[in-house]
């Protein structure tokens, strides 16, 4: 009895000492009690001493290195191994052999600071410390402490080293650096707490260091003993802060550095690992720090040249520390141990003080109800679609503008813009390039020398310099060269453009540059990670906004917490499914469908995309452009979007005209062409006729009146070169007679109305296109181009594309063999709009998903996209109305809407708000605004032959939709 009332004395006052509560101490208290009494009473002294050492071990090292580890665990009872470098299954399999040799589960630890990916292969990579620092919402650094933790927790990992809560005030620290939240004391103490918080809810222990602080000194203590030759003033009020608050938030341990602290040890270059007056005197009584203390590595020059092996160790121990982590030479280290307890010098107190905390702290991890490591889907779970949710979440709030002098930074107005991009730096730059490019045409430009470059910049006036150093880790070089910084002040002298800096490196990159003040703006991205270059994009285009704030000083120019805040044009972004309640594995059907339609024939290629709450989450391309192909397709290339030209050409024209009094929906025929005053076509009204309930004729094959007895193209209006009267160019070698233009219009005005029920009709936009173009004296296509392609960044959106773009970007549509004979690539499939020269009311646009998902997302936002406002949302409104469902009509005006009954356009999952259209060529799209969902598929089923309808008789774009929806995550409960 007497035993365990001491030992709850000895908890009592760990528990209440001087007011601060132990860390350790578990909610479940009298069996943490119990237990580690048990386990420290049947110990023999070898045990006890064994479980003050952690040595180093690695699931990469030879056979060997792993005998000698098992040996230290059999034979000397160690308590605990530091994991270092090797890869994920294997490190599981080394852990679950390790603990089943030891008879008291072994604490394990790493270095992990922004993940496991610090040490192993296979793993992931989280955000560096100082990207963190720059994020003003703490709740995501503790949603990436908690990821970390997670992963930790599922490798058998008990303690990481994390976080690293140094104050990094010198930019020259060579180890520090990147691995700081800042130089802001209040920052890096608020960024440390919800870290720790974070990971420690995760079930892993927290462990703050480099205590007193490592964080102003150009010294590396791996190789040297860095000076912090500072008054205690000082030290208290900034090097100790963070300590102070994360041990009053429930800190679990502290890492001692081997730094020389004059002011707080007198002892000349005696290391802070090794002295009481830090540790015990310090930490302990002053800080009042309960938690386990660890020395930082001891075999570092910092500390291992101060005292002989084993000396070191015992100094360590006697100094406070609690646990001595990877000693130089671990058995020399034990046998000093055991004699220093027989000749007195370690008394049993002493150490049970130390080795109760350290059971506690086993008890905490979880090691009382040890378990071995579950090595099934390890991979995965290490590397789940989460990871990339939280680190995109963290690289978002954290990229900052530091300097935006003309408000260019939410890049607007592009069809002004010619845009130019000069690379920096020896880095990786190829997913920034991309990710620009989705945005708006952004041409490299490349130079041998200044006055090249210089020479080949002069047409552009916007150039954006990306600065691209090693995301390898954060000890890379970050420093431009001097020719960079030659090269970029020549550059932003230039006045013919406006130039924009982006750094994908330290902000101390900036240190070097002399003058700010031609550059126009600067943004700081800090990695240059795959996620952070694509971010770093939207935001330069305004599809996020820059929360960033600078968490060091980067310049004299821009001080710590140096923040230009820009707000979202409401373009779209680029994230992942699960990012918008949606789920990657079940999207994966997606996948499988359009390949079975690819199996089955149904088309040769498509591109698939989808996009939710204004990101796309979504975007692949499958297939060839023919079947005969070797190439395989991309998302950059073009398809012929046969009748979607309606809703992203004619149909916005025709609303802007209604909301500008320009035409009116109970405007007839007549009022739009007065020719048509004496045909039966005069009192069909445009409300009507959008509806496709205007008793139109589904559509009129003028092409066939063109053709001579053989079926072939008539010499009477047709000639294989421009000429005279003949400049309607239908293909390669075919020019129509100009004067079929009016052939055409005559032709339809001779039409009679059909019976007075739903009757899809293409002539409408015939009539319509007509209307605009004499409204405006301008080609359709030159007038949309400027109305709504170029303003809103579809740069891959066009009429006639081969005017724009080389023929292999454009997929073939069809073998041509009752009309134009031959392969039609590049102009319209539709006969009616190759007629007019390829511009159709009703056909003829040609595109990529990702441009047809912008026009999608405009509609959704009801009639905003990028700063500018194109249409009213009440013109939107008007038109996505179902005016005639009581005749059983599903319309809206002009625009698809879901079916009334079983059958129709979707999968019948969407909601009656949403809306959008098919094309013949094997093209669809569809918004939600309810679900904000925008949904694009876009194929060649035309190819080889038109009278391909297996894609039509699968309902493979439908079924394609219910998948997406089938997708979508309640998240009613979050």
């Given amino acids: 009895m007497g035993k365990y009332l001491l030992f709850f004395l000895f908890f009592a006052l760990l528990l209440v000492a001087r007011g601060q509560y132990s860390p350790l101490v578990t909610a479940d208290t009298l069996s943490q009690i119990e237990w580690v009494n048990d386990k420290y009473s049947a110990m023999s002294m070898e045990e006890k001493i064994g479980q003050l050492f952690m040595v180093m071990a690695s699931s990469g090292e030879d056979k060997a290195a792993t005998q000698k580890i098992k040996g230290f665990i059999k034979d000397h009872k160690i308590g605990g191994l530091i994991f270092s470098k090797g890869g994920p299954m294997r490190q599981a399999k080394l852990t679950n052999e390790y603990q089943s040799l030891s008879k008291i589960p072994l604490l394990i630890g790493m270095d992990a600071e922004w993940g496991l990916a610090m040490r192993l292969d296979s793993t992931y990579s989280f955000p560096w410390n100082m990207t963190l620092g720059a994020i003003a919402d703490t709740s995501i650094v503790s949603r990436v402490g908690y990821q970390i933790g997670k992963h930790a927790n599922r490798l058998g990992v008990h303690i990481n080293f994390a976080p690293d809560i140094d104050i990094n005030i010198d930019p020259r620290n060579p180890i520090i650096g990147n691995r700081s939240f800042g130089e802001d004391r209040e920052n890096v103490a608020l960024k440390g707490i919800a870290f720790m918080k974070g990971m420690e809810s995760a079930g892993v222990l927290s462990s703050g260091k480099h205590f007193p602080g490592h964080g102003d000194t150009f010294v590396d203590s791996h190789k040297s003993l860095p000076t912090l030759d500072f008054t205690r003033q000082r030290l208290d009020s900034i090097e100790l802060y963070p300590y102070k608050k994360l041990i009053e938030a429930g800190l679990s341990s502290v890492m001692v550095a081997h730094l020389n602290v004059p002011e707080l040890e007198p002892e000349n270059k005696r290391p802070s690992s090794l002295s009481k007056n830090i540790i015990t005197n310090l930490l302990k009584r002053e800080l009042k720090f309960e938690g386990l203390v660890f020395t930082d590595a001891l075999n570092m020059k910092g500390v291992s040249d101060f005292a002989s092996n084993g000396i070191t160790e015992l100094e360590a121990f006697l100094s406070g520390n609690d646990i001595l982590l990877m000693p130089k030479d671990f058995i020399k280290s034990k046998d000093t141990f055991l004699k220093a307890y027989q000749n007195g010098l370690i008394s049993e107190q002493r150490l049970a003080y130390s080795v109760k905390k350290i059971l506690m702290a086993k008890y905490k991890a979880g090691l009382h109800q040890y378990r071995p490591i579950d090595t099934n889907n390890l991979i995965e779970d290490l590397n789940s679609p989460e990871n990339d949710v939280i680190y995109e979440e963290a690289i978002e709030s954290a990229i900052t503008v530091i300097s935006d002098k003309l408000n260019l930074v939410g890049i607007k107005k592009l069809e002004n813009k010619k845009i130019a991009y000069v690379k920096f730096g020896d880095g990786v730059n190829t997913p920034f390039l991309e990710a620009l490019n989705k945005y708006a045409e952004v041409t490299q430009v490349n130079g041998s020398d200044i006055a090249t470059l210089k020479k080949k910049l002069f047409d552009f006036n916007l150039i954006i310099i990306g600065f691209h150093k090693s995301n390898e880790s954060p000890w890379k070089p970050y420093k431009f060269s001097q020719k960079e910084l030659?090269?970029?002040?020549?550059?932003?002298?230039?006045?013919?453009?406006?130039?924009?800096?982006?750094?994908?490196?330290?902000?101390?990159?900036?240190?070097?540059?002399?003058?700010?003040?031609?550059?126009?703006?600067?943004?700081?991205?800090?990695?240059?990670?795959?996620?952070?270059?694509?971010?770093?994009?939207?935001?330069?285009?305004?599809?996020?906004?820059?929360?960033?704030?600078?968490?060091?000083?980067?310049?004299?120019?821009?001080?710590?917490?140096?923040?230009?805040?820009?707000?979202?044009?409401?373009?779209?972004?680029?994230?992942?499914?699960?990012?918008?309640?949606?789920?990657?594995?079940?999207?994966?059907?997606?996948?499988?469908?359009?390949?079975?339609g690819l199996d089955s024939l149904m088309f040769p290629g498509a591109q698939v995309l989808i996009a939710r709450r204004g990101k796309v989450i979504y975007n692949k391309a499958f297939g060839k452009p023919t079947y005969e192909s070797k190439d395989q397709l991309t998302t950059n290339n073009l398809y012929d979007l046969a009748s979607l030209t309606k809703i992203l050409s004619t149909l916005p024209a025709v609303m802007k005209m209604e909301e500008d009094g320009k035409i009116a929906l109970n405007d007839t025929f007549q009022d739009l062409i007065p020719e048509y005053a004496d045909t039966e076509l005069k009192d069909v009204t445009v409300l009507k006729a959008l509806s496709h309930y205007g008793r139109l004729p589904s559509w009129i094959a003028f092409y066939l009146e063109t053709l001579n007895a053989k079926r072939r193209p008539s010499p009477e209006f047709y000639r294989s070169n421009p000429s005279d009267g003949f400049s309607i160019k239908v293909t390669d070698r075919m020019y129509l007679k100009d004067s079929y233009k009016d052939s055409i219009y005559s032709r339809i005005g001779r039409q009679g109305l059909k019976s007075n029920r739903y009757r899809y009709s293409d002539v409408p936009y015939y009539i319509f296109k007509k209307y605009i173009e004499e409204t405006y004296n301008a080609g359709l296509d030159d007038l949309m181009d400027k109305f709504l392609y170029k303003p809103l960044g579809a740069n891959h959106t066009a009429y006639n594309p081969l005017k724009k773009f080389p023929i292999n970007m454009i997929v073939p549509s069809e073998v041509d063999n009752y009309y134009r004979y031959q392969l039609v690539q590049g102009y319209v499939h539709?006969?009616?709009?190759?007629?007019?020269?390829?511009?159709?009311?009703?056909?003829?646009?040609?595109?990529?998903?990702?441009?047809?998902?912008?026009?999608?997302?405009?509609?959704?936002?009801?009639?905003?996209?990028?700063?500018?406002?194109?249409?009213?949302?009440?013109?939107?409104?008007?038109?996505?109305?179902?005016?005639?469902?009581?005749?059983?009509?599903?319309?809206?005006?002009?625009?698809?809407?879901?079916?009334?009954?079983?059958?129709?356009?979707?999968?019948?999952?969407?909601?009656?708000?949403?809306?959008?259209?098919?094309?013949?060529?094997?093209?669809?799209?569809?918004?939600?605004?309810?679900?904000?969902?925008?949904?694009?598929?876009?194929?060649?089923?035309?190819?080889?032959?038109?009278?391909?309808?297996?894609?039509?008789?699968?309902?493979?774009?439908?079924?394609?939709?219910?998948?997406?929806?089938?997708?979508?995550?309640?998240?009613?409960?979050?």
């Fill in 486 to 596: 030659f090269w970029l002040q020549e550059i932003s002298r230039q006045r013919t453009s406006n130039v924009l800096l982006t750094v994908f490196a330290k902000p101390y990159a900036l240190l070097d540059i002399t003058a700010f003040n031609d550059i126009d703006g600067i943004l700081v991205a800090y990695q240059n990670s795959e996620l952070a270059q694509q971010k770093a994009a939207e935001v330069l285009f305004g599809a996020i906004p820059a929360k960033g704030i600078l968490p060091v000083t980067a310049n004299p120019e821009f001080p710590v917490n140096t923040s230009v805040k820009t707000k979202s044009l409401l373009r779209l972004g680029y994230s992942k499914p699960e990012r918008v309640g949606m789920s990657s594995l079940k999207l994966a059907k997606v996948d499988q469908l359009v390949q079975n």
């Fill in 830 to 974: 539709d006969m009616g709009a190759a007629m007019q020269g390829g511009v159709g009311g009703h056909a003829g646009l040609f595109s990529n998903a990702n441009d047809v998902a912008k026009i999608m997302q405009m509609y959704i936002q009801g009639g905003y996209y990028g700063g500018e406002r194109f249409l009213d949302a009440r013109t939107i409104e008007k038109f996505n109305k179902c005016y005639f469902c009581d005749k059983n009509v599903r319309r809206g005006v002009g625009f698809d809407k879901p079916q009334l009954e079983e059958k129709g356009p979707t999968c019948g999952c969407v909601s009656r708000k949403s809306f959008g259209h098919s094309g013949f060529t094997g093209t669809f799209t569809w918004a939600d605004p309810e679900e904000e969902i925008v949904y694009v598929f876009l194929s060649n089923r035309t190819y080889p032959s038109a009278t391909n309808r297996l894609l039509v008789k699968s309902e493979l774009r439908t079924r394609i939709q219910k998948a997406i929806y089938d997708s979508l995550i309640n998240e009613a409960g979050n």
